[in-house]
Nanobody, 129 residues
């Protein structure tokens, strides 16, 4: 079971990036994928979550209206489209999986933030001019 986040890079303020979270060893169809980020000197925070069983989503206020999470179950991949990027979006971005069904993606994201341990290397997003 493995998740691989990729797609980060350097982008100017106002620009866009699309991150990918590719799963191997299991299929995403019935589970939650959460996106997290950790900026230098700050704690990891959850930014978005998608329930791959029904497509429902959650966004943190800081990214709502700018980020879009989506899935491609045929490719076993979840994407995070990041638009109108700001310098404060600079962080290492991680994805995580939650197997248990909860009442909402927000609840699943909260569980992942407290209990998920299989954090990979993440992908670095730098927003700077």
């Amino acid at each position: 079971v493995q998740l691989q986040a990729s797609g980060g890079g350097l982008v100017q303020p106002g620009g866009s990036l699309r991150l990918s979270c590719a799963a191997s060893g299991f299929t995403l169809d019935d589970y939650y994928i959460g996106w997290f980020r950790q900026a230098p000197g700050k704690e990891r925070e959850g930014v978005s979550c998608i329930d791959n069983s029904d497509g429902s989503t959650y966004y943190a206020e800081s990214v709502k209206g700018r980020f879009i999470v989506s899935n491609d179950n045929e490719k076993n991949t979840v994407y995070l489209q990041m638009n109108s990027l700001k310098p404060e979006d600079t962080a290492v971005y991680y994805c995580a999986v939650e197997w248990v069904k909860y009442s909402s993606p927000l609840q699943a994201l909260d569980v992942m933030s407290r209990e998920y341990t299989m954090w990979g290397q993440g992908t670095l997003v730098t927003v700077s001019s």
